[in-house]
């Protein structure tokens, strides 16, 4: 009787997945939205492309933003995929990920304002901060969905989170290593944030070609 109730009492405390990823999808949208709103449209009286050409900082920090919550987006829906439910600690952790995406306008605009000033520096670490916390929640959630028996699909989305978190680790070290660069090369350390979110946007769809080639091979040889 006791064998049989805990596994009972632990599939009793799993929920289902769907409003987690419906809740997580419109933060994801909502943060995409106020990023474009910080833009500032130049004034009738400016003359217009060096109005553009001044405000570089607010583009480079609205492509760097845009690109890691697209990423982020995208990471999040391909774990998603592979459990099947979820449990309390793992709709804790998905919070404390979208409390840092969702404080990236914030940051962003930060950014756009001192990247050009004496607080460049600072507004840097800040911005690089928020990135560098808002990737280690990604690759937190995706390890603790490993690990966790019973919110995986099957045992080969169980291996696939593995490989997805252990491929992640790097580019989060990276991103850690160039926010203390920004402190002293900012503008240097923006541009690999914005290289790093870049890659991570398009990685999936690099990984996805190379399965596609590897099951050609595999079906051909046979």
Known sequence: MSDRAAPEAGAS??????????????????????????????????????????????YLGYFVSFTFIGGAWIAHSNMTRFIKCVDASFMRLNLLLLL????????????????????????????GTNLTLAALLVNSLVAYAART????????????????????????LLQAVATVVGLFLPVIAVMVFLAISVLLLVDPLW????????HARTAAQK
Request: avoid cysteine.
């Open 207 to 214: 990984r996805a070609r190379r399965r596609k080639s590897e």
């Open 149 to 172: 028996p019973g919110l995986a699909a099957d045992d080969v989305a169980e291996e696939e989170l593995q490989v997805f978190a252990k491929e992640r680790r790097a580019a989060l």
């Open 13 to 58: 405390r799993l929920l289902p997945k769907a409003r987690l990823e419906a809740f997580s999808d419109g933060v994801f949208a909502i943060v995409v939205t106020l990023l474009v709103l910080e833009l500032d449209v130049p004034k009738a009286e400016e003359p217009l492309l060096p109005a553009l050409a001044d405000s570089w900082p607010a």
């Open 100 to 127: 840092f995406v969702s404080f990236l306008p914030f940051t962003t605009n930060l950014l756009a304002v001192h990247l050009n000033d004496a607080e460049e520096g600072g507004a840097v670490v800040i911005f």
